[in-house]
C-alpha cells in the first residue's frame, strides 16, 4: 500500500494507514485498564495528529524519533481522535530529528461527519482547533 500524508487521513475502522511522521511530544504514561498508554503529538510536512503509543512503544518512542506506521488506524479512543498502530498495525523508528514538519491543521481537532453520499465513509465538517489543544503549539 503507498503512503499517505497526514492530511490525508480520514476516520476509518480498518487498518489501512501507511505512513511516516516525526514525533513533536509526548504525554504522561498512563494506565487504561490493564494496558499502558501514552498519547503523543506527531506531524510530517502536511498536518499533525495526535497518535496513540500502546504498552512497550511508550517507552520506545521519543520526541525527535521519525516513525513509520504500517496497517494503522485512524478512529476514536476515549472520544479523542487518534492514529494508532492497532492490533494489526505496527510502528517503527527509522530515524531522528531529519524531517520537515506543520502542526496545523491538525487531522484530530477536526470534527467529521459521515459522508450522506456514502454512510461508510467521513467528511470533514468543522476545525474544532487549528492546533492541538493538548500539546500547546511549539515555541519558534
Given at each position: 500500500?503507498?503512503?499517505v500524508s497526514?492530511?490525508?487521513?480520514?476516520p476509518?475502522?480498518?487498518?489501512?494507514?501507511n505512513?511516516?511522521?516525526?514525533?513533536?511530544d509526548?504525554?504522561?504514561?498512563?494506565?487504561?485498564?490493564?494496558?499502558?498508554?501514552?498519547?503523543?503529538l506527531a506531524?510530517?510536512e502536511?498536518?499533525?495528529v495526535h497518535?496513540?503509543?500502546?504498552g512497550?512503544e511508550?517507552r520506545a518512542?521519543?520526541?525527535?524519533?521519525?516513525i513509520?506506521?504500517?496497517?494503522g488506524?485512524?478512529?476514536?479512543?476515549?472520544?479523542?481522535?487518534v492514529l494508532?498502530?492497532?492490533?494489526?498495525?505496527?510502528a517503527?523508528k527509522v530515524?531522528?530529528?531529519?524531517m520537515l514538519f506543520v502542526?496545523t491543521?491538525n487531522?484530530?481537532e477536526?470534527?467529521?461527519?459521515r459522508?450522506?453520499?456514502?454512510p461508510?465513509?467521513?467528511?470533514?465538517e468543522?476545525?474544532?482547533?487549528?492546533h492541538?489543544?493538548?500539546?500547546?503549539?511549539?515555541p519558534y
Amino acid at each position: 500500500m503507498p503512503m499517505v500524508s497526514l492530511k490525508d487521513i480520514v476516520p476509518a475502522a480498518t487498518n489501512t494507514i501507511n505512513t511516516q511522521f516525526i514525533l513533536l511530544d509526548k504525554g504522561n504514561v498512563g494506565q487504561d485498564g490493564m494496558e499502558t498508554t501514552c498519547l503523543s503529538l506527531a506531524a510530517d510536512e502536511t498536518a499533525s495528529v495526535h497518535f496513540q503509543l500502546w504498552g512497550d512503544e511508550c517507552r520506545a518512542f521519543e520526541p525527535g524519533d521519525i516513525i513509520r506506521l504500517t496497517s494503522g488506524i485512524f478512529s476514536y479512543h476515549k472520544n479523542c481522535l487518534v492514529l494508532r498502530a492497532g492490533r494489526k498495525g505496527k510502528a517503527e523508528k527509522v530515524g531522528e530529528f531529519g524531517m520537515l514538519f506543520v502542526e496545523t491543521p491538525n487531522m484530530s481537532e477536526i470534527k467529521w461527519a459521515r459522508d450522506p453520499t456514502n454512510p461508510r465513509k467521513f467528511v470533514q465538517e468543522a476545525v474544532l482547533s487549528s492546533h492541538s489543544k493538548i500539546f500547546p503549539p511549539l515555541p519558534y
